[in-house]
């Protein structure tokens, strides 16, 4: 229900667009978001949107690089990575929560998953 793409392998500096398409019951929700898990590290959050589209939240890490988007009419919400660094590899999910959360970092509060796309940033 929840299909991620856009990955791939860039030099630091570069770019990629990461999209993640919701169908079924996962249109509704109201928080889709982005995590990441680098190799031997715990999942981590990296930035969601909720359903308006007018509150987002990010990582330090990633505030002022990376800006989440939604697409209501396409059900659709993407991650634009400007300003790549190597510490940026790691495998991205798109997740979502169906209602309203204070926790909207904590991953264990999200509903659906998606299958994770790989995202690799070479020094």
């Known amino acids: 229900q929840l299909q991620a793409s856009g990955g791939g392998l860039v030099q630091a500096g570069g770019s990629l667009r990461l999209s993640c398409a919701a169908s079924?019951?996962?249109?509704?929700?109201?928080?889709m978001g982005w995590f990441r898990q680098a190799p031997g590290k715990e999942r981590e959050f990296v930035a969601v949107?909720?359903?308006?589209?007018?509150?987002?939240y990010y990582a330090d890490s990633v505030k002022g690089r990376f800006t989440i988007s939604r697409d209501a009419a396409k059900n659709t919400v993407y991650l634009q990575m400007d300003n790549l660094k190597p510490e940026d590899t790691a495998v991205y999910y798109c997740?979502?929560?169906?209602?309203?959360?204070?926790?909207?970092?904590?991953?264990?509060?999200?509903?659906?998953w998606g299958q994770g796309t790989q995202v690799t940033v070479s020094s």
């Open positions: 079924g019951r996962t249109f509704s929700a109201w928080y």
């Open positions: 997740a979502i929560r169906l209602a309203p959360s204070h926790y909207y970092r904590n991953d264990s509060h999200y509903d659906y």
């Open positions: 949107i909720n359903r308006p589209g007018d509150s987002t």
